[in-house]
């Protein structure tokens, strides 16, 4: 999984980037109704890093492994990302996707085909789950980017 977490580490890097040219009043923006502001955006993928860390680090050691989902919409409304400084939240971002990454690469390959069940989800791989943490991230990523046009 080395490979995915120097994806994951490159796409941090080249989204930096971009996202520090934005400014805390273009991040707060409203994006229209219905939708999370830039800031909440980043927000989210915090939360999606922080809940994909212990993921990553507790389903090497169960098989099946069993977690929670989590309400992405309470949680984002709760944390008040609205509200923080986008400086802060890019660092903030930044930094425990950067830990993920090194989790990632830390899996031993025998744990990969591990059978993980999030919420009320269909089982999945543990591989899977950390390559479509990587799709989410670029998803999540391509929204707020797309919004400086």
Request: net charge negative.
């Amino acid at each position: 999984m080395h490979q995915l977490a120097q994806e994951l580490r490159s796409d941090i890097d080249a989204a930096l980037r971009d996202l520090r040219a934005l400014t805390d009043a273009d991040a707060a923006a409203d994006r229209g109704a219905g939708k999370w502001t830039c800031k909440e955006i980043l927000g989210h993928l915090i939360d999606s890093a922080v809940n994909n860390h212990q993921r990553f680090l507790r389903a090497p050691v169960a098989d099946p492994f069993v977690w929670p989902g989590y309400e992405q919409n309470a949680w984002v409304a709760a944390q008040r990302y609205r509200d923080r400084p986008w400086a802060e939240l890019l660092e903030l971002w930044a930094a425990v996707n950067r830990h993920v990454a090194y989790a990632i690469a830390s899996v031993p390959a025998s744990s990969l085909q591990t059978r993980c069940t999030i919420g009320d989800g269909e089982p999945v791989t543990l591989e899977w789950l950390m390559h479509d943490y990587l799709r989410h991230l670029r998803h999540h990523l391509a929204q707020i980017l797309d919004s400086r046009t």
